[in-house]
């Protein structure tokens, strides 16, 4: 990419959409463009196809996407499946009709098979059941990786896909209900802090592992894919396999991630254990090899990224 050149970043409000925008302005690039959603409405299929053509970006950023945790997944899993499948094929067809020069969808762990072999490579994609709290998500972030394989075999296009670990920070959600378990645990412990609380109850054993990766990481790799040479990109793919998994190839147990936010927010209380409560699945992590060989790896720590996150929600809320 030149630094003059049309971007457009679809979800810039989200926790990865507003980190790319970042790391883009960090890298000066110029000439950005996005929308909210009361200027335009990605699931209208008129008014992307309408904003495509006025505007003609040369490179998307595809990060808009409605997002949530078991919660809100269980609740609304049409809304999960439905607002996901038509902003994808909304972008993904109007950047093919206004010859976009090179597109990113950004997808999810989900998709990988509840019980994949770990560490879990790309080729696990659609070898097995998924995980069925989260299923809808999962399908319609699976077709967006096909949406863009399709494309790209029968148009010619140069759609790319990357498939991120758990991400968190800068702009994350601190629902009590609805947000991840790192937001989740920093409000729990916060509110423990400065309610002078004497414990913070966790649900599980603590035993099980999850891979964490900073967002302003994992911006700065989706523009390290997103400008990779054609030709090495291509030799590192296949063309029904080709999205590229983000992470940081390593996993820590809730129980030590749970202790360094402890650590972070200053909570000097006990952490209690409801091992009534389910683990999950024992352990997630992604096998980030093909990554790792176009030569890109993260950068920051987890207790750094704790760190900085938790700051900037405390920067936020005064």
Known sequence: MQLNDKIYIAG?????????????????????????????????????????TKEKPQYVFLAAAKVGGIYANNEFP????????????NIIHSAYQNKTKRLLFLGSSCIYPKLAPQPMQEACL????????????????IAGIKLCESYNR???????????????????????????????????????KINNANEVVVWGTG????????????????IFVISCNKDIYKNNTNPMLSHINIGTGEDVTIKQLAKLIKKVTKFEGKIIWNDEMPDGTLRKRLDISKVSQLGWQATTSLEDGLNKTYQCSMDSAK
């Open 78 to 89: 049409a809304d999960f499946i439905y607002i996901n499948l038509m902003i994808e094929a």
């Open 12 to 52: 810039h409000q989200g926790l990865v959409g507003s980190a790319i925008i970042r790391e883009l302005k960090n890298q000066n690039f110029v000439n950005l463009i996005y929308k909210t959603h009361s200027e335009l409405d990605l699931t209208n299929q008129q008014q992307v196809a309408d904003f495509f």
């Open 207 to 222: 035993k099980a592992m999850r891979e964490f990766l900073y967002v302003d990481d994992m911006a700065k790799a989706c």
């Open 154 to 192: 029968q148009h010619n296009t140069d759609f790319r896909s990357v498939m991120p670990t758990n991400l968190y920070g800068i702009g994350d959600n601190f629902h009590p209900k609805n947000s991840h378990v790192i937001p989740a645990l920093i409000r729990r412990f916060h509110e423990a």
């Open 126 to 141: 659609l070898t097995s059941t998924l995980e069925p709290t989260n299923e809808p998500y999962a399908i319609a972030k």
